[in-house]
């Protein structure tokens, strides 16, 4: 079993510029997320999908968008690149059990840079 | 609304020391689940620890331990006799309505030869 893979691992944008991150789990997950990490402000997160065709607005989700075509995959999209999107992103995937429990499993993270 | 504070940002140690990482959190649920993530140089999150609202046993794991007080909102983690692979920054995380986790801040060990 891979897990959670991610693509790409890094990438340097241009201001203007867009882009699609791939996510991508192997465990049959219904719930996947994205999020970003900066210095100092833990894991925020963007968008996240209750199941296939399904998907929903986190705390963070300006300048972004998502899809989930395929239950093992969730695509996060930048239409006009900004510097303040700069950060790491990690995708998760995760099972919700009866009383919330909800371990997420992470892919390693892509390492977003924009100019 | 849920909040998850990590108040020491960074902790520095010398090797062999005990080290406690404090978590406290804000919830209006009856039933929910707190966290533990590690996040080592390397980049990857892995979990360390799952603990739901109705089990306040502490947990003992090698050298790795975990206190859950209700009372006092807190999930505080301790680590005996530190090593410097124990060198990461850790996340405390807390189950939100449908399906999402939040978190805190992470606080950055260091642990020193």
């Known amino acids: 079993n891979a897990g959670v893979t991610q693509t790409p691992k890094f990438r340097v944008l241009k201001t203007g510029q867009s882009m699609t991150l791939l996510c991508a789990q192997d465990m049959n997950h219904e719930y996947m997320y994205w999020y970003r990490q900066d210095p100092g402000m833990g894991l925020r997160l963007i968008h996240y999908s209750v199941g296939e065709g399904t998907t929903a607005k986190g705390e963070v989700p300006d300048g972004y968008n998502v899809s989930r075509l395929k239950k093992q995959n969730f695509l996060l999209g930048l239409e006009s690149a900004a510097p303040s999107q700069t950060s790491v992103y990690f995708c998760?995937?995760?099972?919700?059990?009866?009383?919330?429990?909800?371990?997420?499993?992470f892919g390693p993270g892509t390492r977003l840079t924009v100019l | 609304a849920q909040k998850v504070t990590q108040a020491q940002t960074e902790i520095s140690v010398v090797e062999k020391e005990d080290v406690t990482l404090d978590c406290v959190y804000e919830t209006r649920d009856t039933t929910y689940y707190l966290f533990w993530y590690k996040q080592p140089p390397s980049g990857e999150l892995v979990f360390l620890i799952r603990?739901?609202?109705?089990?306040?046993q502490n947990e003992i794991s090698g050298r790795y331990s975990w206190n859950f007080q209700k009372s006092t909102s807190s999930f505080n983690f301790t680590i005996t006799a530190s090593q410097v692979v124990d060198s990461a920054v850790y996340f405390c995380a807390l189950t939100e309505g449908g399906g999402k986790l939040i978190f805190g801040q992470g606080t950055e060990l260091s642990v020193k030869p």
């Open positions: 998760a995937s995760s099972y919700v059990l009866a009383g919330g429990d909800n371990e997420q499993f």
């Open positions: 603990r739901n609202s109705f089990d306040e």
